[in-house]
């Protein structure tokens, strides 16, 4: 079991600041440039780490740019998120789960809001997208 102590935060938390930084910017960004963003006092190696990470992950595209990297989103949030729930799905086949079965406990479980955009989707309304 992991302790926080005073102000830390948790890796998820961080991976969440920093992907926000990199949305809200118009350009790739180095490390540094992120720190400053986030203005949090973190070190530099901290944020380095962080976005180490999320390339690894394949959620943050690099280029050299000097002697380092600037780094830039792969997709926006709605994209991100879409891109946890397939990699999802495709883990519950490899777990020998049905995919049907997978799809219709999730749709089972959304609001009547989310199935009614869902709905609309599905039939290709086109103003339900943002």
């Known amino acids: 079991m992991t302790e926080q102590h005073g102000d830390?935060?948790?890796?998820?938390?961080?991976?969440?600041?920093?992907?926000?930084?990199?949305?809200a910017a118009d350009r790739p960004l180095t490390p540094g440039?992120?720190?400053?963003?986030?203005?949090?006092?973190?070190?530099?190696?901290?944020?380095?780490?962080?976005?180490t990470r999320l390339q690894e992950k394949g959620v943050v595209d690099r280029a050299r740019q000097g002697r380092g990297y600037a780094y830039t989103p792969v997709a926006d949030?709605?994209?991100l998120h879409a891109r946890r729930m397939?990699?999802?799905?495709e883990r519950g086949e490899d777990r020998g789960e049905d995919r049907g079965s997978i799809l219709a406990r999730f749709v089972s479980d959304l609001s009547p809001e989310d199935e009614e955009i869902l709905r609309a989707l599905l039939d290709g309304d086109e103003e339900t997208r943002e």
């Open 77 to 79: 949030s709605s994209g």
């Open 33 to 51: 440039e992120v720190r400053e963003l986030l203005n949090a006092g973190l070190a530099r190696t901290t944020v380095t780490t962080i976005l």
């Open 8 to 23: 830390r935060r948790s890796a998820g938390e961080l991976e969440a600041s920093v992907l926000a930084a990199l949305w």
């Open 86 to 89: 397939h990699a999802e799905l």
